[in-house]
Nanobody, 122 residues
Framework: QVRLVESGGGLVQPGASLKLSCAAS????????MGWFRQAPGKDRTFVAV????????KYADSVKGRFTISRDNAKNTVYLEMNSLKSDDTAVYYC???????????????WGQGTQVTVAS
């Protein structure tokens, strides 16, 4: 079983940058695609970004493309989400997740972290 723990969230002003981390346990971390999802207050959880197990392919939601960058370090069992030019609409709980196949659909992800809060406000 893969266990995921997010960190790096916080309160920032619009236009600021923030980098989230997700530490994973398990010897097979490198065999999983890793994704980031978020859930704003009163809203459903939505896709943010995904990276393939070998880091050759990435996909982003249109709302974050050009501002967010997903990356991973398989040697450290860690996936990252660098967020730039943050907007108030980015306020949400951010979750990392692991999937046995590359996908942007939440139902394909087998393991989930507990989430980290990101608040963007003046």
């Amino acid at each position: 079983q893969v266990r995921l723990v997010e960190s790096g969230g916080g309160l920032v002003q619009p236009g600021a940058s923030l980098k989230l981390s997700c530490a994973a346990s398990g010897r097979t971390f490198s065999s999983y695609a890793m994704g980031w999802f978020r859930q704003a207050p009163g809203k459903d959880r939505t896709f943010v970004a995904v990276i393939s197990r070998g880091s050759w392919t990435t996909k982003y939601a249109d709302s974050v493309k050009g501002r967010f960058t997903i990356s991973r370090d398989n040697a450290k069992n860690t996936v990252y989400l660098e967020m730039n030019s943050l907007k108030s609409d980015d306020t949400a709980v951010y979750y990392c997740a692991a999937s046995e196949r590359y996908s942007y659909q939440s139902e394909t992800y087998n393991y989930w972290g507990q989430g980290t809060q990101v608040t963007v406000a003046s």
